[in-house]
Each structure stands twice: as structure tokens, then as C-alpha cells.
């Protein structure tokens, strides 16, 4: 039904109403969105809460609190949080505080506390607490308020503890505010639950306290028994006085009557005289009276002016003494962060030099090891090419002696015969010098044999078997030359032959030592 409304509307308007729609539209709802905009940016704080808004809120100013009321938040240059006004319980299990008197003692109590909604502590719970759970909150409180009872608890003795507990309340009230409005917080309440000592001194003292409460009962109770008999014998004495001094009453009655009438005669004339003393008396009092209330109420303005400029001095102080605090807090912060920076420094240029320490010995490590697999490499390589070249000289050589070995069976074609003569020719010095190394290092200069003089068979001596066998232990080389056509080299040594001595029958045989 709208949409047939508005379009009649439309149609009844005509094409200038429908182009002036048009243009309305978007500044309708460009109208509707800064609305919306502006809503959402609006921000209410609750009366149980503080609105805490920060980023870009003033010179010299980190945050803007408020209690109560709203406050629209300026987008992109500001943000903002809650604080949470409700209070908080604190269990403070306090146990073996030092006292003045080195008594350790155990005071369990419970501590409630809450962010402060006065400006300038609003303002130190907005820098310390912002954005802090609950339970962060509570540790930092608990901290301070176990320091600050431990600090009261060392300067009071047992005693004082004990039985001055409003001084020991004051104490606690006036260390720990002080202290936990530094980071925006308010002492609320203070419940000491119980106060005991490790060495039950405490204990002590109350059963020695109830003892002399007994022993004071038990000598009230003896006093007061004792002036009952005695009231009785009080009570008799004074009926008799009573009586006594009814009848003297009643004769000074008598006496009495007489002279009062004397004497009301004369008070009464000496009345009129005093009333109209008193008159004269009571109107000097009265101006004394009004010039010293004027004065008065002009010394208490002075005075009430006097106070108001002490308070106004003492808030001076405090919000001096406040602002000094959070100076030193705000430097000691920077003092920390500067000393972090400086220690992140230094770290960092001492890892980067390990680090340039580490990689170069890496990078020396793997040098090395290189350097060895190159020299490993290069040995294997030597060592190849060595065995290399040899295997090609060993074969060359081999090819050479095949070439000549064929070449000697060519020209021995005709009697086969000598191609072996002369390959054991070609040996020949090979073993002569095995045999040589076999006796080459005996030394026989001389050798005598003493014989008998009979023959053996053969007719011959047993010296002569002897050189005979010594000569014969060699292989028949001698021979083997002759047959070849060829010389002996020296060092086969030479063989002489032996003299014999028929008169003494002394047969001697002398070898030469092999030349080296």
C-alpha cells in the first residue's frame, strides 16, 4: 500500500517532483549515516564504571577520565576504555612478619579496595591499570599491601599489636592508602581476622590477662560479702542516728521557723537593693557581651579564612607532591626503558660478532675440508697416473721382450735349440746373485783340517771330500760358462785349488770371500 502510495505521489508530482527526489535521496541518506556515525562515537559512561578516552586528548596529557555523564570520541585520533568501579577483595595470608621485638607473627586479614573516581587518581588508574584484568589488578594491590603490613607490623611490639589495635588499624590505613593510591586505587575496608605468633606469646598473654581477670572476680566477690555485714551493722547504727536526728530536727525546726521569718524579712529588702544592682550589672554584661561576640565572630572568620588557606595550601602540596611522584615514575620508566634499549643493544652486538665468529669458523671448517678432499683428491690422482705410467712401462716392456723373444725364435729358425740356450743365458746373472745372497754373509778366512791319511775311496782324503762337497754345493756355473762361451762376473768369487803336505799329512784349502 506504501509503495502504490508513494508512487502515485511520485506520478501526481510530475518529472520536476521525481528529479527533486532524486537529488534529496542520497543527501537523506548520507543525512541518516552521519547520524548513525555520530551515535556510535557517542560514548555513556556507566555510574558503576570510568570512561577512560586516550590517544590525542590534550598538551601534556596521556588520557581524559570520566566519571558519569558521555563524551563523544573523535574517530581514528581517539579510542577509549572502562574502568571497573566495584570493589575488590584482596586475602592478604600474612605469616611470619618480623615485629619489633623479633617476634614473628601471623596476621591473616582481608583488604578491600577499589579504583579511586577522585581526578587525580582517576588519572594514575588510566596510566597503571587501563586495560588490566581483574586478577593483574589484584596481584599489583596484593604486592603493596603485604609490604606495607610487614612494614607497620616491624615498627609496633607485640604488645601494641595486641592491644592497641586502633593505633594498629591507623597504621594500616594510612601506610596502605598512601601506597596503592600511587598506581589509582582506594583503601576501602580493612578486616584484621585473627592475630598469632610461632612462639605463642600471644597465647600467652590472653591466659595471663584471664587469670588476673579471675583473681580480680573471686576478690570483688570477697569485698562484696564482707560489706554486706557490715551494711547490716551500718544500717542499725544509722536508724538510732535517724531517730536522733528527727527530734534535734524537730526542735531546730522550731528554732529555724523563727529566724527565717527574721531573716526573709530582711532578705527581701535586701532583694530589692540586689535586683536593682543585678539590672545595672546584667545590662554592662550584655554590651560586654555583644562587643565580644563581634569580635569573636571576627576572629572566626579570620580563622575560617586562615583554614581555607591552609586546605588550599595542603591540596597545593599534595597535587605538587602527586605530580612530583608521577615525574619520578614517568623517568624511572624511561630509565628502564632506556637501560632494556641499552642491554638489547649490547646483546645485539654481541651475538652479531658471535655470529660473524660462527660463520667464519663454519666457513674455515669447510675451507679445510675442501682443502682436504682436494689433497685426498690429488694423491688418488698421483697415485693413479703412478701405477698408470708404470702398468704402461710394464707393458711396454713386456711388448719390447715379446717383439725381441719373437725376433730371436725367427733367427734361431734353424736350430731351435739355441733360443733356449740363450734365454738361460739372459737369466743366468739373475741366479748366480740368489745364489751368492745364500752365502754372502759367511766369512771364511782360513780353514785347517787335521786327516788321518787314510784315503777313502777313490784315494782320496777326507779334506778333499770336504772341499769337494763345499764346491759342489754351488751349481755347476762354471760349466754352464764354458759351455755359453762366456765369462763369470766376479762376484761368483774364485775357487783355487787345494795343497796337500805328505810329511805331516796337513791338508789346507783357502776360499776367497765373494766380492761384493
Known amino acids: 500500500m506504501f509503495s502504490l502510495a508513494f508512487l502515485t ?112 587518581l582517576m588519572n594514575l588508574a588510566a596510566e597503571r591499570l587501563l586495560l588490566l584484568n581483574e586478577k593483574k589488578v589484584q596481584e599489583q594491590a596484593q604486592d603493596i599491601i603485604l609490604g606495607q603490613l610487614r612494614l607497620v607490623i616491624a615498627t609496633l611490639s607485640i604488645e601494641e599489636i595486641n592491644k592497641d589495635r586502633e593505633k594498629f588499624m591507623n597504621l594500616i590505613n594510612e601506610n596502605v592508602a598512601d601506597e596503592i593510591n600511587k598506581v589509582g586505587l582506594t583503601l576501602i575496608n580493612v578486616n584484621i581476622r585473627d592475630i598469632t605468633d610461632e ?86 554584661i550584655q554590651v560586654a557581651s555583644a562587643e565580644s561576640q563581634a569580635v569573636q565572630g571576627e576572629n572566626t572568620s579570620q580563622a575560617e579564612i586562615a583554614d581555607s588557606n591552609a586546605k588550599l595550601a595542603e591540596v597545593r602540596a599534595e597535587a605538587k607532591r602527586r605530580g612530583d611522584v608521577a615525574d619520578a615514575e614517568a623517568a624511572k620508566a624511561i630509565y628502564l626503558a632506556q637501560r632494556e634499549r641499552e642491554l638489547a643493544r649490547l646483546s645485539k652486538e654481541d651475538l652479531a660478532q658471535q655470529e660473524i665468529e660462527k660463520q667464519r669458523i663454519e666457513i674455515a671448517a669447510e675451507a679445510e675440508a675442501e682443502r682436504a678432499r682436494r689433497v685426498a683428491r690429488g694423491e688418488a690422482d698421483a697415485i693413479l697416473a703412478k701405477y698408470t705410467a708404470e702398468a704402461a712401462g710394464t707393458q711396454k716392456v713386456l711388448e719390447a721382450k715379446a717383439e725381441g723373444y719373437e725376433r730371436l725364435i725367427l733367427a734361431c729358425t734353424e736350430n731351435p735349440q739355441i733360443a733356449s740356450t740363450l734365454l738361460m743365458i739372459e737369466q743366468l746373472p739373475t741366479l748366480v746373485a740368489e745364489q751368492v745372497k745364500a752365502i754372502q754373509n759367511l766369512k771364511i778366512d782360513k780353514i785347517t783340517v787335521w786327516d788321518s791319511g787314510s784315503g ?49 799329512r796337513k791338508e789346507e784349502a783357502e776360499v776367497l770371500e765373494p766380492v761384493d
Open 199 to 284: 612462639s605463642g606469646y600471644i597465647e600467652a598473654i590472653g591466659k595471663r590477662a584471664a587469670a588476673e581477670a579471675i583473681n580480680r572476680a573471686k576478690v570483688d566477690v570477697a569485698q562484696q560479702e564482707r560489706d554486706g555485714a557490715t551494711g547490716q551493722k551500718d544500717a542499725e547504727r544509722d536508724q538510732r542516728v535517724r531517730v536522733a536526728e528527727l527530734e534535734a530536727v524537730a526542735i531546730q525546726g522550731e528554732v529555724k521557723s523563727r529566724r527565717d521569718y527574721e531573716i526573709a524579712t530582711a532578705e527581701r529588702e535586701a532583694e530589692t537593693v540586689a535586683a536593682k544592682k543585678n539590672a545595672e550589672q546584667q545590662q554592662r
Open 456 to 504: 777313502s775311496k777313490g784315494g782320496r782324503g777326507s779334506t778333499a771330500n770336504f772341499l769337494s762337497s763345499l764346491i759342489g754345493s754351488l751349481p755347476a756355473m762354471h760349466d754352464l760358462a764354458e759351455q755359453a762361451g762366456i765369462e763369470l762376473p766376479a762376484v761368483l768369487g774364485k775357487v783355487e785349488k787345494t795343497k796337500s803336505n805328505d810329511d805331516n
Open 9 to 120: 505521489q511520485v506520478d501526481a508530482l510530475g518529472g520536476e517532483g521525481f528529479m527533486a527526489l532524486a537529488v534529496m535521496g542520497p543527501v537523506l541518506l548520507l543525512l541518516l549515516f552521519f547520524i548513525v556515525f555520530v551515535a556510535k562515537r557517542y560514548k555513556r559512561c556507566p555510574s558503576n564504571k570510568v570512561l577512560v578516552i586516550y590517544g590525542k586528548v590534550g598538551v601534556n596529557q596521556a588520557a581524559k577520565c570520566l566519571h558519569g555523564g558521555g563524551k563523544f570520541v573523535l574517530p581514528l585520533i581517539q579510542d577509549h576504555a572502562f574502568l571497573n568501579l566495584e570493589p575488590m577483595v584482596i586475602d592478604i595470608p600474612l605469616e611470619g612478619a618480623l615485629s619489633l621485638n623479633n617476634i614473628r607473627v601471623n596476621v591473616p586479614a582481608t583488604f578491600t579496595v577499589g579504583i579511586s573516581t577522585d581526578p587525580v
